[in-house]
């Protein structure tokens, strides 16, 4: 495989801007770790790592010393004598990060019933507006966007950064499987579910609130068991 085609193979891979010495493994992790969760190199898929070195127009050691650090985080398996891959999604992990932003952000829809800020509500209304937007135009990145926007407006504007910190911290495989179960049809079942938690805040009902929390996280999950079904080479299952 020739430059040409090694830089085509990963063209979703833009060559590095020089910057300041000693940062060039930074920008590579960032790189390849917006590629694995954005889905561009799907669960399972082996990284070509001379192909990567030339897409980004970098040596192998930031890329070696990149794919080391995403395998801490889980996102990358390095497998000896065969290279590295990125991770297929682990099932169990899925369901403990759901299991833990079911717990913090069912409380934290809770509290915001009755403590969110006048702002932070129109906040959320100008969100849910740009939300009916993208379902309308089909605009999935746009979506996914505005749907991490949302959740986050509940906590910021709560003003609790280590909860948020906590859910931040476990959601790199969890908007892998977002991007997964990514569709028209998803994506309006999502605003309806964002619209009853909105309402429920603007009604400062704290339990219908958590309720509403609870249930929107909890359909993700019915959907990903349903979907890892239909595509086991994703997924492990233990």
Do not use: W
Request: some cysteine.
């Amino acid at each position: 495989m020739d430059a040409l085609d090694k830089r085509k193979r990963y063209d979703f891979l833009g060559p590095l801007e020089r910057g300041a010495r000693g940062h060039t493994t930074d920008k590579v992790e960032a790189s390849l770790r917006t590629a694995i969760v954005g889905l561009d190199i799907a669960p399972g898929e082996f990284i070509d790592k001379g192909a990567v070195c030339t897409a980004l127009g970098v040596s192998r050691f930031p890329v070696s010393e990149a794919l080391a650090r995403l395998a801490a985080e889980g996102l990358v398996e390095i497998l000896p004598q065969r290279g590295s891959r990125a991770a297929r999604i682990r099932l169990p992990e899925i369901r403990e990060s759901m299991l833990i932003r079911r717990a913090l952000e069912g409380m934290v829809a809770e509290a915001a019933a009755t403590h969110l800020p006048p702002t932070a509500i129109e906040a959320l209304r100008a969100n849910l507006d740009a939300q009916q937007d993208a379902v309308s135009q089909g605009d999935r990145p746009g979506f996914y966007t505005l749907d991490l926007e949302f959740h986050t407006i509940l906590v910021e504007g709560l003003g609790m950064p280590r909860v948020a910190a906590v859910i931040d911290a476990s959601r790199a495989n969890i908007d892998r499987v977002r991007r997964l179960l990514s569709s028209p049809r998803r994506h309006a079942v999502t605003l309806a579910e964002h619209r009853e938690l909105f309402r429920a805040l603007e009604a400062h009902d704290s339990p219908a609130a958590r309720r509403a929390m609870e249930a929107h996280l909890e359909a993700v999950v019915d959907e990903l068991e349903r979907f890892s079904i239909e595509h086991p080479e994703v997924f492990v299952q233990a």
